[in-house]
């Protein structure tokens, strides 16, 4: 499996932020382009900022401007400087799941209006991007990935497993006429 030592790019994201006040997600992709990150290509520049907020290294600051902020997990790697590995399937699955998660978006705008509450006190997006990775069809196996259990917004999680169910039913029938 390919895998990419994305250090250096951490690194270049990290010291970006912590010279900028505002930072959006678009700044970060132009960054890493500019630095020859992933030969330069918008998609996977993308892809890997998308990874570093799953993995907790960056966080959405003002939802309605989506400016970033460092965590504190970036700015413990930042002392430390450990080797940080992501495999290429990873990022690739980010973007292939683009649809789920924009399926996963409308559910929380309809209970949010349901509820009369700001979308971020229902789920975040960070939630709804690990729904959209992790695709867990019960509540067992999504109260496994971190964060879950925990969370006590006014959150239906049975509505987001059925979009999760019903995208991948759709996923397996077109793979399936496909290979007929």
């Given amino acids: 499996m ?7 790019a951490l690194e270049s994201v990290i010291t970006y932020m912590a010279e900028h006040q505002r930072v959006q997600k678009i700044d970060l992709v132009n960054l890493l382009r500019e630095k ?5 290509s918008f998609e996977l520049c993308s892809k ?9 290294y ?3 600051s003002n939802p309605f401007y989506g400016y970033l902020r460092l965590t504190d997990k970036a700015k413990v790697w ?9 495999y290429l399937s990873v990022l690739q699955g980010i973007k292939e799941n683009y649809q789920l998660f924009m399926g996963l978006k409308l559910i929380r705008k309809a209970i949010a209006e349901e509820r009369g509450i700001d979308l971020f006190k229902v789920c975040p997006n960070y939630m709804l991007e690990k729904l959209a990775y992790y695709q867990p069809e019960t509540l067992d196996s999504l109260f496994k990935i971190r964060g ?13 497993l059925e ?3 019903d995208w991948k039913a759709r996923e397996k029938a077109k793979d399936y006429s496909l290979s007929a």
């Fill in 58 to 60: 960056l966080k959405v």
């Fill in 163 to 165: 979009v999760i169910q």
């Fill in 2 to 8: 390919e895998q990419y030592v994305v250090n250096q």
């Fill in 48 to 56: 890997l900022v998308e990874w570093f907020k799953i993995q907790k």
């Fill in 36 to 40: 020859g990150e992933f030969n330069g």
């Fill in 148 to 160: 879950f259990k925990e969370w006590d917004g006014d959150t239906q999680w049975h509505r987001y």
């Fill in 78 to 86: 930042l002392n430390t400087r450990s080797k940080v590995i992501v």
